[in-house]
Each structure stands twice: as C-alpha cells, then as structure tokens.
C-alpha cells in the first residue's frame, strides 16, 4: 500500500521556538493532506486540510498563524509549530489522499510527538 | 459525516476472535463503513471498509447489516498485538473528505 512518512518522529523543544513537521507521500502524489492533532487518551482531531498550491482550511479554533502550513508539492506538506508553548505539546500526524486512487482511500504518516519545555 | 457508536473498552482472549460493534444509525445511503485502528503513539492503519456487502480481507472481516445501521468487525483470532483503538468511521467516498474520529474502542487482548 501507499506510504507516508513523517519528519521527524519525535522532538524537544523550548518554550517560545518553533519546529517545523514535514509530511511525505513516498510513492504516490497527493492533492490533498489532512493534519491531525492528538492529545494524550483522546481521539484525534483534524487541525487543517492543506491543498497543494494554496491556501489550508483550517478548523474551528486552530490558529492560522500559529500552526503555518505549506503544501507545495504534490508529496511534500509542512506543519511549523510557532513560538510553541507548552499546550502545544502533542501527538500530530498527517494524512494523505493518493491523487490518482480511489476517493475514499486515505493513508496515515506514522505520527510526530512534539514536547515543549 | 454521520456519527457512530463504540463501546469504549473490549477485552478479548488471544487466539478467540474479536468481534467489535459500531452503531451507525443515521447513515446515509453514500456513506461508506471504514475501519482504522491506533496502537500506540503509532499513526491509524487501515483495516476494511464497506459500503453494503460483508467484506473480508487478510486482517479482518465486516460484517454490516441489512439496513446499514450497525457493523460490526471481526478479528478472527485475535494475536497480543492487535490491543490497540480500533475506530469506526463513516463517511462519503469524497476525494477531499477528512475523516473523523470518535473515540474508538480501546481493544485488550489478554494473554
């Protein structure tokens, strides 16, 4: 099946810098990436939906400039954390739509766990 | 997206098979039945999906009823590394459709 990959898989940070999480369909193209957010013994909850070549969508109380994302490849979308805090200390993870697949086949990146000192 | 129903925990003997239910009783005749599962600090993986028709593949079967209200997945023998979430989703088969997760049946498969 299809993979996505997701850089890197965990990271540290201090309160107040911002970290960048790539998101990568390896052997297929994407249109469309979703972006999850997951926080400990809860379900996952999508953040924003970024389309290749323009502005994401984001959800109901996710700020847009704090959580920039960027798809400007058809395998590439990233996710940058700014001036993270510690509530922003989470589980994240992507998703990614194979453009020339079927609608309703959609494939997972492994996760990025992001802690903030 | 219509919204479904898990028991929140399940415990299940390695070897028996695990049989989880989903009640989704306002789905509309486009939407599909899907199966992820979590194991943890690990990103969902695919398991089925169905629209209608019982479907089987090399991880589990789906069973739906008739009238499309409930489903109900079926591990048929169940190893210690299937304890994990399992989700159940419904949703229409559109290319920018999101998923969304409830939250799931938290499956234990005791020793």
């Known amino acids: 099946g299809a993979v996505v990959s997701q850089h890197p898989s965990w990271v540290i940070c201090k309160s107040g810098t911002s970290v960048k999480i790539e998101c990568r369909s390896l052997?297929?193209?994407?249109?469309?990436m979703f972006w999850y957010r997951q926080f400990p013994k809860q379900s996952l909850m999508l953040m924003a939906t970024?389309?290749?070549?323009?502005?994401?969508?984001?959800e109901q109380g996710v700020e847009k400039d704090k959580f920039l994302i960027n798809h400007a490849s058809l395998t590439l979308s990233t996710l940058t954390v700014t001036s993270a805090h510690p509530e922003d200390s989470s589980f994240y993870i992507c998703s990614a739509r194979d453009l020339d697949g079927r609608a309703n086949e959609q494939f997972f990146g492994p996760g990025t766990r992001l802690t903030v000192l | 997206d219509a919204k479904t129903t898990q028991p929140p925990s399940m415990d299940c003997a390695e070897g028996r098979a695990a049989n989880l239910p989903c009640n989704h009783s306002t789905i509309s005749g486009n939407e599909y039945v899907y199966w992820y599962r979590q194991i943890h600090s690990q990103g969902p993986q695919y398991i089925i999906h169905?629209?209608?028709n019982n479907e089987t593949n090399e991880m589990a079967s789906l069973i739906i009823t008739e009238d499309r209200k409930s489903s109900t997945l079926i591990l048929p023998h169940a190893t210690l590394r299937d304890t994990a979430v399992y989700y159940c989703?419904?949703?229409?088969?559109?290319?920018?459709?999101?998923?969304?997760f409830g939250p799931g049946t938290r499956l234990s498969v005791l020793p």
């Open positions: 052997d297929f193209q994407a249109t469309t």
């Open positions: 169905g629209l209608k």
């Open positions: 989703i419904v949703r229409v088969a559109s290319y920018g459709q999101n998923f969304v």
């Open positions: 970024s389309n290749e070549g323009s502005k994401a969508t984001y």
